[in-house]
């Protein structure tokens, strides 16, 4: 499994490709390891198949990436419902999920947000384990930066409620960061000073893609069927409930149609002739050339926007600030990307000679209230799971799991049901602007 985790983010879909041309399931473990090098590892069975798709299901997921995966495992594992296709227009994981810098906490300021991410912490703790899949969790701890007296009082206040919520947190001082992280620039007299920041112990960072495959690979396990290079085109509808989806190779039926597909979200939306309140941004980031370990813990700096944390290969993996327009274009942007190295250059004058590698950008669906949308709406049968905007990595567990629970049932998981499409019509908004830990 170390091979799949220290495999360079280049060449890792070429070699998963590889992987899926193959069939069967194997048990990982080292036994298994040892076993397969007696081989010299040319024998080990595919991770998942690649099946034809099926006429009908009882459940079509759309959008392979981590939420929809986790969403048809847990369908499968908890709820015995195993009729169930995930049709993906791309590659698994090559999404969002594939692109973001993988940041996991749950230290959110309002009791929905912090209990959902709380939920999801909890299962990433675990999830390893789960999925006989090593997805890297590195419980590292995550620092968001202060560096002015109102950072320091909404710190404050949040850590505050995320304690009355069980969820661990603390209030670092300046002497306490900077002995965290030696390399940060904490002189009174830098340009961002650092007055102080709070301290989640619990978050880190897991390897984004093996999320991807370690939840692909155990819903395939239990019969659920991974379609991939399968675009949705159309959603069709029959006495106001959902018949099935047209895809790029015809039509599939369906009792429930769930839509996962983050930033295309209105796209979807609007093959069912209905809208949602998201708008799509471009969200970019940029690794650089491996380092030796210098950097082991998260740092977020919201007032500047950026957040750094360095991978286990060592390329130090930075986070940058959304377009200031809506679009689909999964590319960097020189403007964004300078003002994302400005910051950590002042941040981190250390790294001032570091050379970056790459930068992408990934589609990011934002809601007015920066949270998510879960549950079903005004077609029967046909269900989204969107809007987690610029932070649902961290929700991927916690978010397939509530989702499935709510399609099991068809009605809200109680950790999804506050999140509901109603609260744009009701009022009963949960504002996590700003106090996310995030400028946007
Ligand atoms: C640069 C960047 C950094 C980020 N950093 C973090 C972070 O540090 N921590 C954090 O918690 N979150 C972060 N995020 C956000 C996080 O990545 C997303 O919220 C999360 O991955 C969404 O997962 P998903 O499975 O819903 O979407 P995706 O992974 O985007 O999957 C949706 C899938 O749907 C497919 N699709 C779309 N339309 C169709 C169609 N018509 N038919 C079939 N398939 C379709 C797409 O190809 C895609 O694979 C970041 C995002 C970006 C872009």
């Given at each position: 499994m170390r091979i799949l985790g220290t495999l360079s983010y280049g060449s890792q879909w070429q070699f998963c490709d590889v992987l899926s041309q193959r069939s069967g399931m194997a048990k990982y473990s080292a036994f298994s390891l040892l076993k397969h090098a007696w081989r010299h590892h040319e024998r080990w069975p595919a991770v998942w198949r690649t099946p034809e798709p099926k006429r009908a299901y009882d459940v079509v997921i759309v959008g392979g990436g981590g939420h929809g995966l986790a969403t048809a495992y847990y369908l499968a594992k908890v709820h015995g419902i195993r009729d169930v296709a995930v049709l993906e227009k791309g590659y698994l994981g090559g999404g969002n999920t594939g692109r973001n810098t993988t940041i996991v906490r749950s230290n959110y300021l309002r009791d929905e947000a912090a209990h959902l991410y709380e939920f999801s912490l909890k299962l990433w703790h675990g999830l390893s384990r789960e999925l006989n899949f090593n997805v890297m969790f590195s419980p590292r701890g995550v620092l968001n930066l202060g560096h002015s007296l109102q950072d320091m009082r909404d710190i404050e206040r949040r850590v505050n409620a995320n304690r009355l919520n069980g969820i661990d947190g603390e209030v670092l001082s300046t002497a306490a960061v900077q002995e965290k992280v030696p390399l940060l620039n904490c002189s009174p007299c830098a340009r961002y000073p650092v007055l102080g920041a709070s301290w989640q112990p619990r978050g880190g960072v897991a390897r984004h893609d093996a999320v991807a495959w370690g939840f692909a690979r155990a819903a395939d396990a239990l019969g659920v069927d991974l379609i991939q290079n399968t675009e949705v085109t159309g959603i069709r509808r029959r006495d106001g409930a959902v018949a099935g989806v047209e895809t790029s190779r015809g039509f599939i039926g369906a009792q429930k149609v769930a839509c996962v597909v983050a930033g295309h979200s209105s796209v979807l939306?609007?093959?069912?002739?209905?809208?949602?309140?998201?708008?799509?941004?471009?969200?970019q980031a940029l690794v650089s050339e491996p380092l030796k370990p210098c950097l082991d813990t998260v740092v977020m700096s919201n007032a500047v926007h950026c957040y750094i944390s360095q991978s286990d290969k060592g390329d130090l993996v930075i986070g940058a600030g959304t377009d200031a327009y809506n679009g689909y274009g999964q590319r960097g942007s020189f403007h964004v990307v300078e003002?994302?190295?400005?910051?950590?250059?002042?941040?981190?004058?250390?790294?001032?000679?570091?050379?970056?590698?790459?930068?992408?950008g990934g589609i990011v669906d934002v809601c007015p209230d920066a949270c998510p949308i879960i549950g079903g709406g005004e077609v029967r049968g046909l269900y989204f799971n969107c809007g987690w905007g610029t932070g649902g990595f961290k929700a991927t567990p916690g978010s397939g799991y509530v989702f499935a629970d709510t399609l099991a049932h068809g009605r809200p998981h109680p950790l999804a049901a506050p999140f509901g499409i109603e609260r744009f019509y009701t009022g009963a908004l949960i504002d996590e602007h700003g106090a996310a830990g995030v400028a946007h």
């Open positions: 939306a609007a093959m069912a002739g209905l809208r949602l309140p998201i708008e799509p941004r471009p969200l003002q994302a190295l400005a910051a950590v250059c002042e941040l981190f004058p250390a790294f001032s000679r570091v050379r970056m590698n790459r930068q992408w």
